[in-house]
């Protein structure tokens, strides 16, 4: 009977191209009305023209970053390479995340030390040895000499012990995007994990920048799967999906809470990935709610498995296509 339902899995795939961003159209208006509210009361123009002229323990870098502010995402991430996040159709997603690469957009490169949030994530050897690359990005805005962020980087401060990378003001480019994702990752085919939280994907934007943006990640990585932090909400992308899954949210109170510095003040030794991580149940189950019956591994590890021959015959089909139309 598993094996009826594998072959029926790889038979009966189409890809189609649908307008929605996100699978479910309820969470996508959450996506769109939150990135509406964050917009209108932190990223219109005379909320950027503040930022740069102003001046943050001399930096020109709006508070919006800051040590451990993201260190949610820290015990999220150690949840999934741990085995503590399942899917209800793709099994235990840390099989989905092995030697994954981190790309971090809009690190804060000149705060304090420099992209402090992703400093965060290099300096857990755990994290750091589960991720294949870890990416730190900025602009390198030319419109100040004091927002040449990349230049004055180079030129005036130490190297990162990670890799970092120019982005450009506006990140709906998927060829862009493409050679981003293959400069950093093991192979073509190797998992993404892309964060924008307090950043310029996820503030400045407009919601059609937004949304393009988020066609332009899904287009330029069909391969891969993706995991993507972007403000307060947690999207997963199986390369057998087109679109995004809202598979959860970070506690809104610490990491996207522009009002208050909540972060300084939370004992992170004693955190734990429950408190951080709110699982949208329509997808997500954690390894604290009980253990996953046997058969239901067994059928999830199936459909890994289909969904991994649907993806290896659309990839060589299209290379295939692709040499006979250069002929």
Request: proline share 3%.
């Amino acid at each position: 009977m598993h094996f009826v339902f594998l072959f029926f899995l790889i038979t009966n795939f189409s890809l189609s191209a649908e307008a929605n961003i996100i699978e479910d159209p309820d969470d996508e208006r959450k996506l769109v009305e939150n990135h509406s509210v964050e917009k209108l009361r932190f990223g219109l123009a005379n909320h950027i023209h503040y930022y740069k002229v102003k001046k943050t323990k001399n930096t020109v870098v709006e508070q919006r970053s800051g040590r451990k502010r993201l260190f949610d995402h820290n015990l999220i991430l150690k949840a999934l390479f741990q085995g503590n996040l399942y899917h209800k159709e793709f099994g235990n997603l840390s099989q989905l995340f092995q030697n994954a690469t981190f790309i971090d957009f809009g690190s804060a490169i000149l705060y304090e030390e420099g992209a402090v949030t992703v400093r965060d994530i290099y300096e857990d050897e755990f994290l750091r040895n589960s991720f294949y690359r870890i990416v730190a990005t900025d602009i390198n805005d030319p419109s100040f000499d004091h927002t040449r962020y990349i230049e004055i980087h180079l030129y005036e401060r130490d190297p990162f012990p990670f890799s970092f990378n120019e982005i450009p003001l506006l990140l709906d480019d998927p060829a862009y995007i493409r050679i981003l994702t293959k400069n950093y990752s093991e192979s073509e085919s190797s998992p993404i994990i892309f964060r924008s939280t307090n950043s310029g994907p996820d503030l400045f934007y407009t919601v059609e920048e937004m949304k393009e943006h988020f066609r332009a990640i899904l287009e330029a990585n069909p391969q891969r799967n993706i995991l993507y932090f972007f403000n307060r909400f947690v999207f997963f992308r199986s390369v057998c999906r087109n679109q995004f899954q809202l598979i959860g949210t970070i506690d809104e109170k610490i990491g996207v809470n522009h009002s208050f510095s909540a972060w300084r003040f939370v004992d992170w030794n004693r955190r734990s990935y429950s408190e951080s991580f709110r699982p949208n149940r329509e997808y997500i189950r954690t390894l604290k709610e009980g253990p996953i019956a046997l058969g239901d591994e067994w059928d999830q590890f199936l459909y890994r498995q289909a969904c991994q021959i649907r993806h290896n015959v659309r990839y060589f089909s299209n290379k295939f296509r692709k040499s006979i139309t250069k002929e």
